[in-house]
């Protein structure tokens, strides 16, 4: 049985809780997020990169995002990524990225590692 974190049940939670008010594309990442949770136990780097890469292919343009969440992250109450946002932050958004979406949009740098030597 595998054993999750406090935000990865609160994330897992949300998204069944709200699923049905969920816009398609929040529901399709949060989707990709509960398949990498059910199926890798122990995600690497590597897994997590994938995960990221994929992200940012389904969201596509920044305004995509924004129009769903709003200049203040309205759907962060509802939305499942809205778990891990930090403790006294009640949004995110473009120039507030705290959630993953956000996160994979505008700091790509985040996921550059150096080369191995």
Avoid: N
């Amino acid at each position: 049985m595998t054993h999750y974190g406090l935000q990865t049940m609160d994330f897992l939670e949300r998204l069944e809780k709200f699923e049905k008010e969920l816009p398609p594309l929040m529901l399709e990442m949060a989707r990709l997020l509960e398949r990498l949770i059910a199926e890798i136990e122990r995600p690497q780097l590597e897994d997590v990169q994938k995960m990221q890469a994929e992200l940012r292919r389904l969201i596509d343009e920044p305004a995509r995002l924004e129009d769903i969440c709003g200049p203040e992250g309205s759907l962060c109450l509802k939305c499942p990524f809205g778990a891990y946002l930090p403790s006294g932050f009640s949004f995110a958004s473009r120039k507030q990225p705290l959630c993953l979406p956000w996160i994979v949009l505008t700091q790509p740098e985040a996921q550059a590692q150096p080369a191995a030597s």
